[in-house]
């Protein structure tokens, strides 16, 4: 299981990486895909919500298990990634590149996990 140096973590499971754009990018961790097993429907993301940290910004549903996404910070979701409403397992398959949704933020990312401390969330699991 992969676990890039470049991205931050968040305890729940999402990465978090600073866009070109400025914006932050967040997606779901390999890990979390992993424990999920196939997903079947990424959605409920609001473009245009303003959230704090920790809020539940949508959902990713498996043929298992449903599981809400989290804010990583506060900010406003400005987009969502469209293509997986149809393509959800691009989550499976490519769960660093396929971003879920993107958040405008002033907020910094320091409060955030770097690689190793999200390993050792996952080896106290």
Known sequence: MTIPTQLKYTNSHEWVKQGDDG???????????????????????????????????????????????????????????????DEPQQLNTQPYEAWIFKLKTSQSTEGLLDAAGYQAVLNSK
């Not at 959605?43 to 298990?65: I, N, P, Q, R």
């Not at 449903?66 to 804010?71: E, F, R, T």
């Open 23 to 85: 914006l932050l990018w967040v997606g779901i961790t390999d890990a979390a895909q992993d424990m999920l097993g196939d997903l079947v429907f990424v959605g409920d993301f609001k473009v245009g919500e303003s959230l704090k940290a920790g809020d539940t910004v949508g959902v990713v549903e498996s043929v298992k298990a449903a599981s809400d996404v989290y804010a990583p910070v506060e900010g406003e979701v400005v987009a969502f990634n469209e293509s997986l409403s």
